[in-house]
């Protein structure tokens, strides 16, 4: 097996030595290496027709008056949308031909399903280049971030998107002229709710890991939370207690938003939604009214709960992201303090032993007068005055000295 700098290496000899056996196995290594990445994008955009194929179906509801049909959210969108951030044009093609093979299971005809298919993908792209211009990130810890989603990726680009694709099914006979603004209303609302639930679920999927060392305590939280809003969503969905009660569900989502932040909240709103589509064609608080006033309560339900959590959300990130900046800020601070201290704090001489007589010079002149004095003492041929009678010897002549 070849690494790249043995391949290198092989490269340079092969050019050098002008070995055509060389060239072949560089030629052959550089073939693998095409057909690997080959193989790695067919496989992500097969992976991206079959998502878009199974997300496609469950916000489409059927026997509808106008059109016969119409969508509460388009989750396939919001899933383009998302692989286009985190995977780039490489799985374009397969976003389009998931968007073919859902047209086709719909029964078009070939013609319109691939008109429909390429109108449908120029929302999403649009919104990809357009945050992309405004330096998204996929982490989704800007309040900006969440703006740019918000307004370029769901509200401008689906706008686009929703009026070529209207425009192709009206083209092609698909839906009648006369049906045109409202279908594109009601195709640009459930693009917008597609974006705004399913592309942050599926950012915050991609990065999602079980933290090390979790409390007890937090795992028994995030079950009650997740527990909660499947129990509640139900009950103001399905028992039918009024559609006021359908408000009991953002206490839920706040929580999940404040203490996990964006995988609770973009999960809490997965769920939520998902139960509010399944119980529009069910027993609720909408099985009072026409199927249009439905959508219109669904869908203003299901884009307040999504905007409040994703802000939410981001908001607590930011803030906690900024919190810990400054704690480290701080001790970085406090480090840089306790070195400039280090730094000017005076440093001790070292001690040096010294001598018990540390003045040679005065010790030589001490020296010189003991000798001077014994010499006097000892008597010379002027020593009868004052050196053999006023001084004498050393210690006597120091005695009469004090005597006297």
Do not use: K
């Not at 001077?372 to 041929?381: D, L, S």
Request: aromatic share 6%; charged share 15%; hydrophobic share 50%.
């Amino acid at each position: 097996m070849l690494t790249s700098g043995t391949s290198g290496t092989s490269a340079e000899s092969a050019v050098a030595s002008g070995n055509p056996r060389g060239n072949t196995l560089v030629i052959v290594v550089a073939d693998r290496a095409v057909l690997r990445r080959c193989g790695v994008v067919l496989l992500q955009n097969l992976l991206t027709v079959l998502a878009y194929f199974a997300v496609a179906q469950p916000g489409l509801v059927q026997n509808i008056d106008l059109t016969g049909q119409a969508r509460i959210l388009f989750p396939a969108v919001g899933l383009t949308l998302a692989a286009l951030l985190l995977l780039g044009w490489r799985v374009w093609p397969g976003t389009v031909l998931g968007s073919l093979a859902v047209s086709l299971f719909l029964q078009r005809s070939p013609g319109s399903a691939a008109l429909i298919a390429l109108a449908t993908s120029v929302g999403p792209s649009l919104g990809y280049l357009l945050m992309r211009r405004m330096h998204f990130r996929s982490q989704l810890d800007r309040p900006r971030d969440a703006v740019s989603l918000v307004v370029f990726g769901a509200v401008v680009g689906m706008l686009v998107g929703s009026v070529l694709r209207t425009g192709a099914m009206v083209a092609t006979g698909t839906a009648a002229m006369q049906n045109f603004w409202y279908l594109f209303v009601s195709t640009w609302v459930s693009s917008i709710l597609g974006v705004l639930v399913v592309t942050p679920f599926l950012l915050v999927l991609r990065r999602l890991h079980w933290p090390r060392g979790v409390r007890p305590v937090r795992v028994a939280e995030i079950t009650a939370i997740l527990a909660a809003t499947v129990v509640l969503t139900f009950v103001v969905s399905m028992v039918n207690p009024g559609r006021e009660m359908l408000f009991l569900v953002f206490p839920v989502l706040i929580w999940a938003a404040w203490r996990f932040q964006l995988p609770g909240a973009t999960l809490c709103t997965l769920i939520v939604s998902g139960i509010a589509v399944y119980s529009v064609q069910q027993s609720g608080p909408f099985a009072d009214h026409d199927l249009r006033y439905t959508l219109l309560v669904v869908e203003a339900f299901i884009a307040s709960a999504s905007l409040a959590a994703l802000l939410l959300s981001v908001a607590v990130t930011e803030r906690d992201r900024a919190r810990d900046q400054i704690h480290d800020a701080s001790v970085e601070l406090v480090r840089a303090v306790e070195r400039l201290e280090d730094s000017l704090r005076p440093r001790s001489a070292p001690l040096i032993r010294q001598r018990s007589n540390p003045d040679p010079e005065g010790s030589s002149e001490a020296e010189g007068a003991e000798r001077n004095g014994v010499t006097g003492a000892g008597g010379g041929p002027a020593g009868g005055g004052l050196g053999g009678g006023g001084l004498g010897g050393g210690n006597t002549g120091r005695r009469g000295w004090r005597t006297d």
